[in-house]
């Protein structure tokens, strides 16, 4: 089992330095951060001299070639030998040392420090996304194989449609608005449709997370939706498959309590689909963020990422890329070890 | 027995003549009776986008001289309403229709092109070619698609056109066509017609494109209507966030965005809803007709439905 898990994480290394390879070439060759400064100093209607472009051009560390910036935003190092620290760079750059690079913000304003502090905020977010998503669809998609064709199966079934096609973006506003309208007309405040916990609280973690609980409602329900769709009709389709195999026809015959068939033979099998499917769910979200949290006004990673790429900050930009990269990594592990847990012709020695 | 009966029997002697496998798919599809509505549909949006803008009077341009710049509801002179500043709501969507329709149908064929031929040569070749694919499908999966696609549209110079966003899509979108077209080929390519293509001395080109991918089809038109949905909805989000197509052009990502939240519950909701339902309408359509498709593609499939 250790074995296992240490060979897969061992196999997604090259995966990740993969991506953040091709993240890099395509943020790197499509922005230009330098050109987007002088274009802002350029506003204030005087003309800039060279050297400060040169300025910028050393701090942002766009004096360098394309691949020697990617060598030193993953090393920090300015020559070809890793934690070899005697090149000529600002130590802020290297992602192996801890350093996510210069921010276009400014040289006060720290990547690593801005992600750290928002981390928590979106992974509560798309965790309880995720898992809110996978567990309706279990659930509808089970109901919906189990009464199958009935008028249950029909409107579980076009809800699961409609949740298909029903732009997110859209969703979340509908949400927050029929959210606001309610807390008018019942002149309360129990929707909280702003921010991701109240202004300018302070207290221990758990102080924090219970704050930040009742804020964290609307923007689950509209970024689950859309994994919601999909998983629930593979867990339909899955489940009807299992139903109407001949184990199962067996279990039923040598007369075993129908709860029994449903928990240990149907159900846990029909499982194996959901978890092949969880982690592309878990990307989604990861992208999805970015959506939800501007509609909600949340100050996370989503929106964090948001103004990086507004602003042309292209580090800040790599730096959320290669954290959700890890995230989704992660789900995929998690996803693998289910398998073995769900089919017990799986196992890892 | 009557005459009619005889003749009936008759009929149905003569009808048992060679099917070939369009007319078998087109029968199933058309029993499909929501796939049928829904490609009835979405038929009615494409002509809506493409000829309207030929029959309305007004365009998704402001008009100050014309049109007052005042918000007003739907009428029978604005079918849709005009927004705070005029333009008339009908025209609008007209245009936002048709190019976020454009986005998406290139990127179903450009992604769903470029995924067949993918999958088709991983699952042919197999070794390394096959690892080297797919591991390049496992490191487009890791990096989130909307931020990535964001990134490259909001740093077009000069704001993103129609095209440009349906290049980005695409350039991402073909990751679970090659991924459902390998696994069919996968399983082709051990087929008797494949070894006998190769023993008559077919080449890898001709095999890969004139037999594989023809045969798995079915899988590559299903995974198009996806692409079609998926393309819409990622379009809009792009717009929505002012990431994707610019005005003065229009998209319904933009045309929603304009409207605001405020707007789906006080006087301009025509504003937030009727570009919303657009695209749960064009995005429902193309689910069901890709539904429909697919029963009626799936050679297990049997005449009859249910």
Redesign the interface.
Known sequence: MVVFIIRRILLMV???V??SI??FV??DS???PVAQQVFELQQGGEEVPQSTIDAIEARLYYDRSMPERYWLWLTGSDDLVVWDNEGETNGDIGVLQGEWGPSTEGSSVDVGEEISERFWITLRLVLAATIASIGIAILTGVLSAVRQ?SKLDYSLTFIG??A???????FA??L???A??LNKGLNTGIFKTYGEGSTGFRGTPWEVFVDSLPFLILPTVALALTGYAAMSRYQRASMLEVLNSDYVRLARAKGVRNRTVMRRHALRTALIPIATFAP?SL?GA???V??IE??FGWDGLGGY??DA??H?DTFA?MA??LI??IV??IGVLVSDLLYGVLDPRIRYE | MSDTTVNRFENEAITTTERSQWALITRRFFRHRMAVVSLVLFVLIVLFAFVGPWVWTWDHRLHPDQLPSTSTGPSLAHPFGTDASGRDMLGAMMKATQQSLLVALVVAVGSTFLGAVVGAVAGYFRGAVDSILM?VV???????????A???A???DGGSKWYHMAFILAAFGWLSTARAVRAEVLSLREKEFIEAARAVGGSSGHIVFKHLIPNTMSVIIVSATLQI?FAI?SE??LS??G?GIQPPDTSL?LL?QDAG??A??NDEWYL?YIP?VM??????TI??VGDGLRDAMDPRQTMVR?
Do not use: C, H
């Open positions: 090259p995966v990740l993969g991506s091709l993240a395509l943020i499509s922005s230009d064709y449609f409609l298909l096609a029903m732009p997110t973006f859209w506003q509908l927050k608005e029929a606001i309208q592309i990307a990861m992208g999805g970015i959506v501007r509609i990422s948001y790429i507004i042309g930009m959320y890329l959700s990269g989704v990594l | 591991r496992d490191v487009l999966f890791v990096i989130p698609f909307l931020v990535i964001a990134a490259i909001g740093s077009i949905a909805l809009t989000t929505f966030l990431l990502g929603i939240s405020a789906a519950f937030f919303g695209v749960i309408l064009i995005a429902l689910n069901f249910r």
